[in-house]
């Protein structure tokens, strides 16, 4: 079977190719694994290949672009399998001074909530606990989960704000709110800072 002229040229470049990748990448069986496939890739696009002059320049650009896409492709590879550092896994517990510091009126503004909220948040983000798990134990789909524990939050957003005024805003960890839920029509609690 004859190739075509075009196809042809290319085939009669392999050496010079294989010349231009090796340098490129890190070894010489890489370099065959990207000729290779970008050969297929000529193949596949042989129609567009009329013109034999510019055949050899289109089919550099495409070995530039599949050194990069190389590349990209082993730097995502790597990230996937590097462990994750150790103060990523510990940020998930809390550190026993900011558990302290957490004002007690958030606890009783939590009982305020609807009792399917209090539970989610209660759950999720006292316990650490996961959607899915959630999920499971209330009921309902993950999606479901999710759109829960985020009007919780709301929730307990607006709870915080109406019971805390500024303190909600810049944070506290000198509480005198007296611990207790301001009813409506009370001033918001200003904390002293």
Known sequence: MELEPALQTLADSHRRFLAFLEPRVESRAVAEDILQ????RAVEHRDELA??????????????????????????????HQ?????????DTPNPATQAAICDCFLN????????????????????GSLNDLAAQSGITANNAAVRIHRARQALRKQVVRACGTCAEHGCFDCHCGSRPAKPGDAPHACSQ
């Open 37 to 40: 496939s970008a050969f297929v």
């Open 51 to 80: 013109d034999q002059e510019n055949v050899v320049a289109w089919f550099y650009r495409v070995l530039r672009n599949a050194v990069v896409d190389h590349y990209r492709q082993k730097a995502s590879r790597d990230r996937r």
């Open 83 to 91: 462990p994750l550092p150790a103060d990523t896994l510990l940020a």
């Open 109 to 128: 503004l939590l009982h305020d909530l609807k009792p399917e909220y209090r539970e989610a948040l209660e759950f999720v983000d006292l316990n650490g």
